[in-house]
């Protein structure tokens, strides 16, 4: 076994032990690392929580949480938690005992450069986990006062990180338009732990009852919530027994729960839960929906990249779940997953095709086991953590790959 690895995050929108989507991502790669490296540091401005059991043996590092009156302060508040994080690393490299830090594994943190500078000053391999355009996400959203010098520190930690790579294609060519190393970034998608998550079995072809349509997430409005409520009143209207299991919280939680009663559309929410809880509510649903809305339009009328940069984790989990699912196409979808083999695929914001497919799912006993084993099959071949962790860590030049074997 390794000695030490060392997970970065100094985004303070990543509680790392939190319930958001990221926050299970976080989590999900600490547990492959603890099974790889004897002992585990984590560094970040939003530890969120107690530690999950199985990760009470993680050395935690909390840093202050960049804060301030305005955003120009906030941002050299988080210049300030990647100084800090540094010289963590730093110090952690220089410490006598238990053993040598052989990996820098960081979330890609806006504002952040100093952490893996410091790890290829120290000559310690890192790897650099990508998981969304956060300069457009921060300009368009939030609000971003000295653009051009976050792009010089983004620029920055592609240069430094000896193995970066992205969640999805889209991801991966915006990270190359900055990489000073004009590199090109590998695509690594998100995963699910196929151990946690299985299959509770699909409903019988006898079955009179209605079947119950799964949405597990976050609900913001990128998550084409109404297109999910359209859509399944849609396929009650045309004959299929339908009720909606909403797992998550967010935003849009209270219109979306209201859209589906002024629809008269049975629905239990859950609101948020504990990651750990989620595998045992998707045994309740028969069904999976991951729904995205269409593409934002251009200024010229064209396409933008718009939200579809996504790797979506409840696609995995809906799949690990043995659960048929009727997933949106979007960014590297339709070439992760086999269409009317391992889940059915639509057009983003196409209200008519979830509904077909969802009619098509309730009907249609023979295709829900056909897809609820090609889903878990696709699950343990090519999604769990184990794999996607390895396929990161082989991304490492062959002199540190064999460093950390």
Known sequence: MNETAVYICTDPGVPAFGAKGCSVHV???????TVRFREVHLITTRPGGTPPPELAGVVVHALTRPAG????????????????????????????????VELVYQRYALWSAATLETARALGV???????????????????????????????????????????????????????PRRRTVPVVPNG?????????????????????????????????L???????????????????LLIGDGPEHTATVAAAARHGIPVTATG???????????????????????????PAGGPSAGPHYFSPLKVAEYLAAGLPTVASAIADL????????????????????????????????????????????????????????????ALLPAHHRAEIA
């Open 27 to 33: 989590q999900e790669v600490l547990r492959r690392l």
């Open 69 to 100: 009156p305005d955003l120009a302060t906030r941002e050299q508040a988080q210049c300030a938690a990647d100084a800090a994080a540094a010289e963590v690393l730093a110090t952690l490299f220089r410490r006598v005992g238990p053993g040598p």
């Open 125 to 179: 391999p890192s790897v650099l986990e990508i998981n969304a355009p956060l300069l457009t996400e921060q300009a368009a959203h939030r609000g971003l006062v000295d653009a051009a010098r976050a792009t010089r520190r983004t620029a920055r930690l592609l240069a430094a990180a000896d193995a970066p790579f992205a969640v999805s294609g889209p991801v991966a060519r915006w990270a190359e338009r900055l990489d």
């Open 192 to 224: 699910v732990d196929v151990e946690r998550f299985t299959p509770a079995g699909v409903a019988p072809a006898g079955s009179t009852g209605a079947l119950t349509v799964a949405f597990s997430g976050t609900f913001k409005p990128w998550h084409g």
């Open 226 to 244: 109404d297109l999910l409520v359209g859509a399944t009143a849609a396929a009650r209207e045309r004959g299929a027994r339908l009720r909606l």
């Open 272 to 298: 948020q839960v504990d990651p750990a809880r989620v595998p045992a509510l998707l045994h309740g649903a028969d069904l999976a929906v991951a729904p995205y809305p269409a593409p934002a339009l251009g």
């Open 334 to 393: 339709p070439d992760l997953v086999a269409d009317g083999v391992e889940a059915l695929l639509v057009a983003p914001g196409d209200l008519d095709g979830t509904a077909d497919a969802l009619v098509r799912l309730a009907t249609e006993p023979a295709l829900r086991r056909r897809l609820a084993a090609g889903g878990r099959r696709a699950a343990e071949d090519r999604f769990s953590w184990a794999s996607v962790v390895d396929t990161t860590l």
